[in-house]
Each structure stands twice: as C-alpha cells, then as structure tokens.
C-alpha cells in the first residue's frame, strides 16, 4: 500500500524473534528474556535494551473513568538538553502537558455557562531547567501507532536511553474532590521518595465570558482535532519550531493515519515517522493537531509564534492510497 508514491510497508519489520511480530509488551515485562531474543537473532541487545527506574500507569484499552489522568513524569539524564529530551518524547507520540479535570458547566445568572482551566503554556521549559524532567501526555499517535507494538511506557522505559526515571504524574488534590490550582502550574516531587506519584497543580477553573468580546484563554476539550500546517522562516531550526508548537499545546500530527484508524475496516495504513525532522528539512514546515491542552485561541497564538510565517488548513480526507 502506497502514500504520496512512497511503500510505507518497506521494510516494516520489527526487531525480535529473527524478523517475526513477538508480544512485545510481555518481553518488556521479562528484559532477560528480550535481551536473549536478540542475541539469538545477532543483535546488540546492549545497544537496544534500557531500563530506566520506576514505571508510569498505562491505562490505554483499559476500562477507566473518563476523567482519568494518563499523565507520566520523566525524568531525563543530566547530560540530555531541554531541545533533545523534547525531540526524545514527541518522536513517540508524547507531548508536553499538565492535564487536568473537563470543564464542568454551572447556571450563572441564569444561563449555562462552561467552567474550564485558564489557558497557561505547557512547554515546561523552565521546570526542566530546573527539575531535569516533564510532565507528558501520550497522544494518538503513542497510543494507536501500529510499528510500536510496544506500549508508550514500554518505549520510555525500555528504549530511550536519554530517560533515567519514570513516575506516574496527577494533578494535587487539596480535598477529596478539589484540585489545587495555582497562577503559574508547579510540579511537586515532595511524594517520590516514599514511592507516590509526581503532583502538579492546575490553572484557575474560570466561567465563559458573560459578556461579548474576546473570550478567556480556555483549554480546549473533545475528542476531534483539528489539524494545521505551520510553515516557519527558512532561519528557524526544528527544536525551535517544535519547541513554539508545544509550549501552545499543540503535537505532532499525521492526519493520514490518524482518519484512517476511524473508519471502521479501514486499513490502518503504518503512520510515517512520528517526528518531523526529515520533512521539515526539506519543507520548513510541520504538520500539528490541537489537543487538550491546547487554547481556543490557538490558531492566532500560533500566527504570532517566533519564525511563523503561515498557519493553513490541514486534513486526512484526501491521502493517497
């Protein structure tokens, strides 16, 4: 099967079991077992095999409440920078992110009106500097990419040698039913050593705009994404340019696949690589979705992103074949 005239199918092989499909998520569970696996089959199991500390929940294709929180801290060694360990995580269909709660809606003077988390970037720049670590969200493409047989926290864990540690990350809770909120998110480790998961707190949950005008910066939330294309200034590198779209909340899209994995008994063509390097080379731009992190007000933000020359529509609706 054929994209853009390229085979996507050439060489589609996994490595393991001499060229065969293993259950890699059992191997992930056993390393012993994999490393033997691939000497067997002439590998370096030295060269693939990594085992960072610690693990984070994976609740994809598990039945979970809707509200429930996939997010993962991960800890970077200290020789990786801010623009590699960010390349690390959205080359696997990660992001950036501090989720938190879906809206709520109340009556307010008589009308209903959405209670959302104000909009505050996602990039975390500054708490890697600090911390040497971020919050991630797994997206579409960690959870539904068919190369990687392999689950998302298997991909941290076992096969990103830039990655020490893992911890499951959820939002503060002041109250059983209370989030913390804070201006400006903070991470909290305070819980690690004793084995507890990595806190962080949540941005004001504030009420729709009871008045005509520009709307507040509100997260967006449901489950359809919006796809673009962004075309940046020949002088803009890559980590500059992934860095702008996901301090926005915006990922890494391959809108092909992506409608291609929601038509029923469609044949779920491979994604191409995740990460954007090659073809921003040779395109200056990259292709991107909203996501629940990102703002309603995201297509003017991303106009105004350093080196952004253009912001136009993208789609799955016309891909070869």
């Known amino acids: 099967m054929k994209r853009a005239g390229v085979d996507v199918h050439a060489g589609w092989r996994l490595p393991g079991w001499c060229g065969t499909r293993p259950s890699w998520r059992l191997l992930a569970i056993t390393p012993l077992v994999l490393a033997l696996a691939l000497v067997a089959c002439g590998q370096s199991a030295a060269a693939t095999l990594h085992q960072a500390t610690g693990t984070c929940t994976d609740l994809i294709g598990e039945h979970h409440p809707p509200n429930a929180i996939l997010a993962c801290y991960v800890t970077f060694a200290p020789t990786v920078t801010y623009a590699q360990a960010l390349r ?26 959405d209670l959302s988390p104000h909009w505050q970037p996602v990039g975390q720049r500054a708490l890697f500097l600090q911390l040497h670590g971020l919050v991630v969200y797994p997206n579409v493409l960690a959870e539904e990419h068919p190369l990687s047989a392999r689950s ?69 939330h449901g489950a359809t994404a919006t796809y673009a294309q962004v075309a940046f200034s020949p002088t803009i590198t890559y980590d500059t340019a992934l860095a702008e779209v996901s301090n926005l909340g915006l990922r890494l899209a391959d809108p092909c696949f992506e409608t291609a994995v929601l038509i029923p008994n469609a044949p779920h063509l491979p994604a191409e690589q995740i990460g954007q390097e090659a073809g921003f080379a040779k395109t200056q731009t990259l292709i991107v979705a909203t996501t629940l992190v990102a703002s309603t007000l995201w297509r003017q933000q991303t106009s105004a992103s350093v080196g952004v020359v253009a912001v136009s529509s993208a789609s799955g609706t016309s891909c070869a074949q």
Request: glycine share 6%.
């Open 88 to 113: 690390t995580v959205t080359d696997l269909g990660m992001q950036p992110a501090l989720p938190c709660a879906s809206p709520q809606t109340i009556v307010l003077n008589g009308r209903m009106r």
């Open 152 to 220: 998302w926290v298997d991909q941290l864990r076992y096969y990103s040698p830039s990655i020490i540690a893992l911890r499951d990350a959820t939002p503060l809770s002041v109250a059983a039913s209370t989030i913390s909120v804070a201006p400006v998110p903070q991470i909290l480790l305070n819980d690690v050593a004793a084995g507890g998961d990595v806190k962080y707190t949540c941005t004001p949950i504030l009420p729709g705009p009871l008045l005509t005008g520009d709307p507040p910066l509100r997260v967006i």
